[in-house]
């Protein structure tokens, strides 16, 4: 079975730092990304991981730990538009078949 | 123009109607899937396609079915709606590299 945590709200001052973790318990595990979602869109890719470390991309960073079931996005300079759901995504499977499982999702709110 | 559409985009329907939901895509991705999203218990996969021969279920299938009528389209049908099933549904696509989901804009499913 699979199972994916995440804390349910956030909230943050514009200019801050804020880091979003997502902590998972999974067979065939085979990456980890994270989707934002504003309210009332679909969701939209943000960054992917698949080996242990940090993966940069402008103000968006994400980390994984595969041994410790972690993984954390963090966000540098938050602007307002950064309001939004943060959506935790496990891939798992083998043999070529692989399907995702998200979790219930990181709301963050940022306030002037 | 938008490389996954769903349509349609909003409908009100009565419980134990037959409904039909469409989803495109012009991305050329052979995988495609159907979730629901309710608040508060994020994105479920409903059902998923590999390729147009491939048909399988996901975590909430019961009340569900699909027809993938080739690599373009993919639709889900409630047989007989309740309540329920009332929620926003995505379809979405993927490559067969990373998985990254691709998702459509969204159908917001009302039965009463």
């Known amino acids: 079975g699979q199972n994916i945590d995440q804390p349910t709200e956030m909230t943050a001052t514009e200019g801050a730092i804020v880091q979003i973790n997502c902590t998972y318990q999974t067979s065939g595990f085979n990456g980890l990304f994270w989707y934002q979602q504003h309210a009332g869109e679909a969701p939209t890719f943000l960054s992917y991981n698949v080996l242990d470390g940090l993966e940069e991309k402008g103000r968006f960073s994400s980390f994984l730990s595969r041994s410790k079931g972690y993984s954390y996005l963090l966000l540098k300079e938050l602007q307002m538009k950064d309001s939004a759901s943060y959506l935790c995504a496990v891939k798992r499977g083998g043999g070529g078949s692989y399907i995702p499982t998200f979790g219930r999702g990181t709301s963050l709110i940022v306030h002037p | 123009d938008a490389d996954v559409t769903q349509t349609p985009r909003n409908r009100i329907t009565k419980t134990g109607k037959r409904i039909m939901l469409e989803c495109s895509q012009t991305k050329g991705h052979d995988r495609m899937y159907w979730y629901r999203q309710d608040p508060g218990l994020g994105l479920r996969l409903i059902y998923y396609s590999f390729d147009v021969k491939d048909i399988n279920k996901g975590e909430i299938s019961d009340g569900y079915s699909v027809s993938r009528q080739a690599q373009a389209k993919f639709s889900l049908s409630l047989e007989s709606a309740i309540p329920n099933q009332t929620a926003l549904y995505f379809c979405?696509?993927?490559?067969?590299?990373?998985?990254?989901?691709?998702f459509g804009p969204g159908t917001r499913l009302t039965v009463l």
């Open positions: 979405a696509t993927s490559d067969d590299l990373r998985d990254t989901q691709y």
